[in-house]
């Protein structure tokens, strides 16, 4: 290789360790990588930054500000109530729920879907004596394949149809992808509900672990006037930390704090309501400065009428790697994280001193108006009030769908491009006051655009030293002896490795080039092997970190981490099966 290989392939080793660890975001690894590679002069700054000109990022970007509207609008809200009825079965539930949300990701982003139906599933699954485990990876899984259906459905799509733009072939069509998706997600979404009752065990969900944990009993203190708590802060008093105890509020007269900050100063006569175990409530009564309240006795803690929220932490969140006392969460929240659940259980050290991982579902006690403070911003994937389903707007939801149904009619027929199209719909959605331009602008997710749009120049990198040539031929050499089906499987299972440790948008970025000089040494049709690089970084169902939307049922379905590749496993062999078979009949090799 040349000297230019050499250290292309290091740059892009560095970035998928840093990727893989979680040592910065993805688009920072990418776009980073793109930036020393245009600085060493391997790339020209045309190069580096080709994808600021390709419609594929500005594409994504606008198509998030309309799912951002369908969720503004409850677009999908009465989604489970109509599929899922009042049906206790699990089997006849999951076959009413997961194709209509397959069909709705095949022209929506998956995760404002999952977003908007968590929650939902969760409260209906609990009604009907369901655990959410049940239902919520299949519905994760669903979207997933939903998106291998037309152009729009996921990023990855735009991104590999702009890749194949960009080395001067002709963009992908809106129906072109769906000759190998359709099959796939359809056969896919049917195992589903065949071996979803059969693979999923139960899991306790959040829900089900704040509830048994807020079973423990609670008790009113009162602060002595003239104490030694009297004018001290929480902090200082020793009531912060408290082993297997939480300060829930703090009453003054008609005033009511909660939630409690380590800041609060306590006043003489003050009221505190602490929960949690009995052993440990009794002994706040040895505590100097403390008094037993007027209702002394223990009682169950009122779940209906606390204000208790699920958040589920991504990988783009400022709370990565931080604990919840350097992160400031009560200060700058507004809430008090109460449990951190992690691989399906609950953390058990002191919750101050954990440092938080991607996937981590926090549970807050907050006011009411948690959830929309948060909802839209990227620390948090998911935020949902447990135990109630989420108030939606509806006033606005027929145009939302007018404007969504004309943007799919527009770019399917070919009337206009899919991005013309999408400004078409996102210039209807905030001239019709659907989405203030404020709530535009945060829906986009700005590091999948910066990844998408750094990544072509990390492509273009990989194509000019002959990287993606070596590794390529390195490809066809191991697999080629099995034929051109062999080559067809190298570049899937090589597309399904990265997307499983990175992300499905990095895996198409480092995979197409390589696919590309794969197909020229082979013979293959270059877009036949685009799709089946688009379908393969789409078939995400291993790990919860492979996929967004995975991460987002990780906590609330009260998973293990593998509980992924139990179900993931039959729907991974599928979609290779799929790709390997389909992509040959439609683009002969």
Same mark, same amino acid.
């Given at each position: 290789?040349?000297?230019?290989?050499?250290?292309?392939?290091?740059?892009?080793?560095?970035?998928?360790?840093?990727?893989?660890?979680?040592?910065?975001?993805?688009?920072?690894?990418?776009?980073?990588?793109?930036?020393?590679?245009?600085?060493?002069?391997?790339?020209?700054?045309?190069?580096?930054? *080709?994808?600021?000109?390709?419609?594929?990022?500005?594409?994504?970007?606008?198509?998030?500000?309309?799912?951002?509207?369908?969720?503004?609008?409850?677009?999908?809200?009465?989604?489970?109530?109509?599929?899922?009825?009042?049906?206790? *079965?699990?089997?006849?539930?999951?076959?009413?729920?997961?194709?209509?949300?397959?069909?709705?990701?095949?022209?929506?982003?998956?995760?404002?879907?999952?977003?908007?139906?968590?929650?939902?599933?969760?409260?209906?699954?609990?009604?009907?004596?369901?655990?959410?485990?049940?239902?919520?990876?299949?519905?994760?899984?669903? @979207?997933?394949?939903?998106?291998?259906?037309?152009?729009?459905?996921?990023?990855?799509?735009?991104?590999?149809?702009?890749?194949?733009?960009?080395?001067?072939?002709?963009?992908?069509?809106?129906?072109?992808?769906?000759?190998?998706?359709? =099959?796939?997600?359809?056969?896919?979404?049917?195992?589903?509900?065949?071996? $979803?009752?059969? %693979? %999923?065990?139960?899991?306790?969900?959040?829900?089900?672990?704040?509830?048994?944990?807020?079973?423990?009993?609670?008790?009113?203190?009162?602060?002595?006037?003239?104490?030694?708590?009297?004018?001290?802060?929480?902090?200082?008093?020793?009531?912060?930390?408290?082993?297997?105890?939480?300060?829930?509020?703090?009453?003054?007269?008609?005033?009511?704090?909660?939630?409690?900050?380590?800041?609060?100063?306590?006043?003489?006569?003050?009221?505190?309501?602490? $929960?949690?175990?009995?052993?440990?409530?009794?002994?706040?009564?040895?505590?100097?400065?403390?008094?037993?309240?007027?209702?002394?006795?223990?009682?169950?803690?009122? %779940?209906?009428?606390?204000?208790?929220?699920?958040?589920?932490?991504?990988?783009?969140? =400022?709370?990565?790697?931080?604990?919840?006392?350097? $992160?400031?969460?009560?200060?700058?929240?507004?809430?008090?994280?109460?449990?951190?659940?992690? @691989?399906?259980?609950?953390?058990?050290?002191?919750?101050?001193?954990?440092?938080?991982?991607?996937?981590?579902?926090?549970?807050?006690?907050?006011?009411?108006?948690?959830?929309?403070?948060?909802?839209?911003?990227?620390?948090? %994937?998911?935020?949902?009030?447990?135990?109630?389903?989420?108030?939606?707007?509806?006033?606005?939801?027929?145009?939302?769908?007018?404007?969504?149904?004309?943007?799919?009619?527009?770019?399917?027929?070919?009337?206009?491009?899919?991005?013309?199209?999408?400004?078409?719909?996102?210039?209807?959605?905030?001239?019709?006051?659907?989405?203030?331009?404020?709530?535009?602008?945060?829906?986009?997710?700005?590091?999948?655009?910066?990844?998408?749009?750094?990544?072509?120049?990390?492509?273009?990198?990989?194509?000019?030293?002959?990287?993606?040539?070596?590794?390529?031929?390195?490809?066809?050499?191991?697999?080629?002896?099995?034929?051109?089906?062999?080559?067809?499987?190298?570049?899937?299972?090589?597309?399904?490795?990265?997307?499983?440790?990175?992300?499905?948008?990095?895996?198409?970025?480092?995979?197409?080039?390589?696919?590309?000089?794969?197909?020229? @040494?082979?013979?293959?049709?270059?877009?036949?092997?685009?799709?089946?690089?688009?379908?393969?970084?789409?078939? *995400?169902?291993?790990?919860?970190?492979?996929?967004?939307?995975?991460?987002?049922?990780?906590? =609330?379905?009260?998973?293990?981490?593998?509980?992924?590749?139990?179900?993931?496993?039959?729907?991974?062999?599928?979609?290779?099966?799929?790709?390997?078979?389909?992509?040959?009949?439609?683009?002969?090799?």
């Amino acid at each position: 290789m040349t000297a230019e290989a050499w250290l292309t392939l290091l740059v892009l080793a560095i970035a998928i360790f840093a990727m893989v660890r979680d040592l910065v975001p993805p688009a920072v690894a990418i776009l980073g990588g793109t930036v020393v590679l245009l600085l060493a002069d391997v790339i020209t700054t045309e190069e580096a930054f *080709s994808g600021f000109s390709n419609p594929a990022p500005l594409t994504i970007a606008v198509l998030y500000i309309l799912a951002a509207a369908a969720a503004r609008t409850g677009l999908l809200h009465p989604l489970v109530a109509s599929t899922l009825g009042t049906r206790r *079965s699990l089997r006849r539930g999951l076959g009413r729920l997961l194709p209509p949300v397959a069909l709705a990701s095949s022209v929506l982003n998956n995760t404002p879907i999952v977003a908007m139906l968590v929650p939902e599933v969760g409260s209906w699954a609990s009604r009907h004596g369901q655990q959410p485990s049940r239902f919520l990876m299949p519905l994760s899984f669903a @979207a997933i394949l939903g998106g291998t259906v037309t152009l729009i459905g996921t990023s990855t799509n735009l991104v590999v149809s702009g890749l194949l733009e960009a080395a001067g072939h002709e963009p992908l069509g809106f129906f072109e992808i769906t000759k190998v998706g359709l =099959p796939i997600a359809v056969i896919g979404v049917a195992a589903l509900v065949l071996l $979803a009752p059969r %693979l %999923l065990p139960d899991r306790p969900s959040t829900q089900d672990e704040l509830t048994d944990r807020m079973r423990e009993f609670t008790v009113d203190m009162v602060i002595d006037p003239g104490g030694p708590l009297d004018g001290a802060t929480v902090e200082d008093a020793g009531l912060r930390d408290l082993a297997g105890v939480f300060l829930v509020e703090v009453s003054r007269g008609d005033e009511t704090i909660v939630p409690v900050s380590p800041t609060t100063r306590l006043h003489g006569d003050d009221s505190l309501r602490f $929960a949690g175990r009995a052993g440990d409530v009794v002994d706040l009564h040895t505590m100097r400065g403390l008094r037993s309240g007027a209702e002394n006795q223990m009682r169950r803690f009122d %779940l209906e009428r606390s204000n208790f929220f699920e958040a589920v932490v991504g990988a783009t969140s =400022p709370l990565i790697g931080k604990t919840l006392k350097e $992160a400031g969460f009560r200060g700058r929240y507004g809430g008090a994280v109460i449990a951190v659940h992690r @691989a399906g259980q609950r953390v058990d050290a002191k919750l101050g001193e954990v440092p938080l991982r991607v996937g981590d579902t926090l549970v807050v006690l907050s006011d009411e108006g948690f959830r929309d403070r948060w909802i839209d911003r990227g620390d948090f %994937l998911l935020v949902s009030r447990l135990g109630a389903s989420p108030v939606v707007a509806s006033t606005k939801r027929p145009l939302a769908a007018a404007i969504l149904l004309g943007v799919v009619l527009l770019a399917a027929t070919g009337t206009v491009s899919v991005l013309k199209a999408a400004l078409l719909g996102a210039l209807a959605v905030l001239g019709l006051r659907i989405l203030r331009p404020g709530e535009a602008r945060s829906a986009i997710d700005l590091d999948v655009v910066l990844l998408i749009a750094g990544g072509f120049g990390m492509a273009a990198a990989m194509e000019k030293s002959g990287l993606a040539e070596t590794i390529a031929t390195g490809l066809v050499d191991t697999f080629g002896t099995l034929g051109s089906i062999g080559g067809l499987l190298g570049i899937v299972l090589a597309t399904i490795l990265l997307t499983e440790t990175v992300s499905n948008t990095a895996a198409a970025l480092i995979v197409f080039p390589i696919a590309a000089s794969a197909a020229d @040494a082979l013979g293959f049709d270059l877009r036949g092997v685009a799709i089946a690089v688009a379908v393969a970084a789409s078939a *995400s169902f291993l790990t919860p970190v492979g996929y967004q939307t995975n991460v987002m049922v990780y906590g =609330p379905g009260g998973y293990r981490y593998t509980d992924y590749s139990r179900l993931g496993a039959p729907l991974t062999l599928l979609a290779i099966t799929g790709i390997l078979v389909l992509v040959p009949l439609f683009w002969p090799l």
